[in-house]
């Protein structure tokens, strides 16, 4: 018989997983503030953004295999680093971990065949809803091998989202004009909507036996510059197919 009690179940006895499967993941860089403060470290103000930046959504393709859900475990990686006082690179665990506060876009619907681009005022309907991401990155591997093709072993290890996908239509009352963009985007990247979300997020730093985070990243979502829609209609302009389960990362957007 169906009752009360068998139609719960305690939150301490379930397991949380990884919400979909996984077909491709790619990672964007889509926070005007971010990649401004990133490259003033590397490369000054001045040419803080390379110039492409503004003209189309930069991204990279990552690791599906290696995504988990929130709270798993992971060690930490190995590979490739030169310090500054080394004329060559050695062999260690990377000691310069961080995170990327992001958020993950699961598509699903109708999508796409292979040559035959998604529309940005279209891409829309191929959007199923929202996770938290966070993309750990070893960033003294990161240094040393990412001239000149990008991120590789630095962020292939672990990347992690949050168990529920949260629908388009459940964020409606959060829709707002997307950022505006100078120079405007050629006609492809042009969404007649061109919307994001107003979603506040924070991030908190828990060490082992301390019982109280302490929050160390306050943002939201609103400061991205290229939107969920143009880099769909990016990412299919050359014709490469999109599938349902793909997930895509909005770059970390925090203003720090």
């Given amino acids: 018989m169906f009752t009360r009690n068998n139609a719960f179940v305690l939150v301490s006895d379930v397991v949380m997983c990884v919400p979909a499967q996984i077909g491709d993941y790619t990672d964007f860089y889509s926070s005007r503030n971010h990649a401004y403060n990133v490259g003033c470290i590397i490369r000054g103000p001045n040419n803080a953004l390379q110039d492409n930046w503004t003209h189309l959504p930069v991204g990279y393709h990552g690791r599906s295999s290696s995504i988990v859900v929130s709270g798993k475990e992971f060690p930490r990686p190995r590979g490739q680093v030169k310090p500054p006082t080394s004329q060559t690179p050695v062999f260690s665990t990377a000691e310069r971990m961080d995170y990327e506060l992001e958020v993950g876009a699961f598509l699903g ?23 938290i991401l966070n993309d750990w990155s070893a ?24 168990p529920w996908i949260v629908t388009l ?19 492809y990247l042009v969404d ?34 290229w939107s ?3 880099q769909i209609a990016h990412h299919s302009v050359t014709g490469c197919n999109m599938k349902a389960g793909d997930l895509l990362g909005s770059g970390k957007f925090s203003l720090i």
């Fill in 109 to 131: 619907g109708k999508l796409n065949e292979l040559g035959s681009p998604i529309k940005c005022s279209e891409a829309e309907s191929n959007i199923f809803g929202l996770v």
């Fill in 139 to 162: 960033r003294d591997v990161q240094t040393w091998e990412y001239v000149p093709l990008g991120p590789f072993n630095a962020k292939n290890f672990c990347t992690v989202i949050s």
């Fill in 169 to 187: 239509e459940a964020l409606n009352e959060f829709r707002i004009p997307g950022a505006k963009q100078d120079p405007e985007p050629l006609p």
């Fill in 192 to 225: 007649p909507k061109h919307f994001t979300f107003d979603i506040n997020l924070e991030v908190g730093l828990k060490p082992e036996k301390v019982e109280k985070a302490d929050i160390i990243t306050k943002s939201n979502f609103k400061y991205m510059y």
């Fill in 228 to 230: 969920i829609t143009q």
